[in-house]
Nanobody, 127 residues
C-alpha cells in the first residue's frame, strides 16, 4: 500500500484547507485510514480516522473543526480542516494498519501498529 498526501499549504488563522490521502497498490476502501500530525519539536499525534464503514473519530483538539470523508471510487480520503489555528501548524501524515476498524483511544488515533505511512504534507497557519 502506498499513501500520498496532498493539499497542504500556508493559510491565515481562521481559514480552511482540505487534505487528500490517495492510496495505491491496494483498495483503501477496505481499510481504516488515519491522519496524524507532527509539529516541530513535538511528538506525532493522532488527528482523525475513518473506518471501513465510514464512521469517523476525531481528537478532542480538532473535533468541532476537522472532518473526514472517503471517496472509494478515487481510493482517496479527505481531511477537511476549518477554523484553522496557528497550533494546527504541522506536517500531516495519513497512515493505515490495513484493519477495517480505527485504532483509537478516546477517539484519538494511535500511531502504534500503523504499517503504511505517507510522506506527509506541510500545513502552516499564520496568526
Amino acid at each position: 500500500v502506498q499513501l500520498v498526501e496532498s493539499g497542504g499549504g500556508t493559510v491565515q488563522s481562521g481559514e480552511s484547507l482540505r487534505l487528500s490521502c490517495t492510496a495505491s497498490g491496494s483498495t483503501s476502501a477496505d481499510y481504516a485510514i488515519a491522519w496524524f500530525r507532527q509539529a516541530p519539536g513535538k511528538a506525532r499525534e493522532g488527528v482523525a480516522c475513518i473506518n471501513k464503514s465510514g464512521k469517523t473519530y476525531s481528537a478532542a483538539s480538532v473535533k468541532s473543526r476537522f472532518t473526514m470523508a472517503r471517496d472509494s471510487a478515487k481510493n482517496t480520503v479527505y481531511l477537511q480542516m476549518s477554523r484553522l489555528k496557528p497550533d494546527d501548524t504541522a506536517v500531516y501524515y495519513c497512515a493505515t494498519d490495513t484493519h477495517a476498524e480505527c485504532s483509537v483511544v478516546d477517539s484519538t488515533p494511535i500511531p502504534y501498529g500503523m504499517a503504511y505511512w505517507g510522506k506527509g504534507t506541510l500545513v502552516t497557519v499564520l496568526s
